[in-house]
């Protein structure tokens, strides 16, 4: 007996090494830049950045396009979770595929893909000049921000819900429509609250990438709009000041832990990110 837990704490050995390698002490290092001045004396200013006029108006342009582009997949990811699942088919079948297919690729060149589509000689307008019809001005816009979010994060809004969907007992939803339900009631009263799980673990994995991120707003949205992402990755790269971006991603990481809150509260037994 206790040769076999030695022997399973040695196999947990790498993933600790990896965990403390690459987790707990780049973060122990953003905690103490983020709290520290240049000369290394405690500091909370790094904190208060945030509250610059540009800085909260990155964060608040930040949260709109992360909100609005989490409710998008979440109106796109429910019927198209709920079809799968009516279709019955397998984890492994080729219609899952398909959407699991896009997150292989490398997401900066799915991005770039967007930005030849939508920049002002891409193919979307190329196509309109076709037709003799007037061009649109897609690129540096929120809209393109926005598209890019959704495409890049959908899949993440599908698999979670369409996991959950798929372990619903038919016997349940069967015996309510014997009683006398109708499909929106049964929708109402059964579906939709046996799968919050996956609509939590959903949103939590598109609202906080959508979030932090800077390589689509950098992209799509060009310098004209900065996000809170673009803002925390001038200040390490361009600026050089370490301080103030790990103070800001410390602000960051509070929407993290929030999301993580609610995971651990409504998806307790991991129904929706277990796939």
Not at 112 to 141: D, H
Not at 154 to 169: A, R, S
Not at 252 to 271: P, R
Request: aromatic fraction near 12%; glycine fraction near 6%; hydrophobic fraction near 55%.
């Amino acid at each position: 007996m206790k040769s076999k837990i030695k022997s399973r704490k040695l196999l947990a050995g790498p993933y600790l090494f990896w965990s403390v390698s690459f987790i707990v002490i780049p973060l122990l290092i953003v905690i103490y830049y983020g709290f520290t001045s240049k000369e290394g004396a405690f500091t909370l200013s790094n904190i208060a950045q945030t509250t610059t006029p540009e800085n909260l108006k990155a964060l608040g342009l930040a949260l709109l396009l992360a909100f609005v582009s989490t409710a998008i997949c979440l109106i796109m990811a429910y019927p198209l979770a709920m079809i799968l699942a009516g279709m019955n088919v397998k984890q492994s079948s080729f219609v899952v595929f398909i959407f699991i297919l896009p997150m292989w690729m490398n997401f900066l060149l799915r991005t770039l893909a967007w930005q030849n589509l939508l920049e002002k000689n891409g193919v979307i307008n190329a196509f309109l000049s076709f037709f003799n019809l007037p061009n649109l001005n897609l690129i540096n816009t929120p809209f393109a921000i926005i598209l890019g979010m959704v495409y890049n994060f959908l899949p993440f809004m599908v698999l979670p819900i369409y996991n959950v969907l798929i372990k619903i007992d038919k016997d349940v939803i069967s015996a309510a429509r014997d009683l006398g339900a109708s499909n929106l009631q049964t929708f109402s009263k059964i579906i939709l609250p046996l799968s919050k799980p996956g609509i939590i673990s959903g949103i939590t994995m598109v609202f906080v990438p959508a979030l932090t991120t800077f390589v689509i707003s950098d992209l799509l949205g060009g310098s004209k709009i900065l996000l809170i992402g673009n803002v925390i990755e001038q200040e390490f790269k361009q600026s050089s000041n370490w301080h103030a971006g790990s103070g800001l991603s410390l602000v960051l990481m509070v929407f993290i832990v929030v999301s993580m809150a609610l995971i651990a509260k409504y998806d307790k037994d991991g129904e929706g990110t277990a796939f």
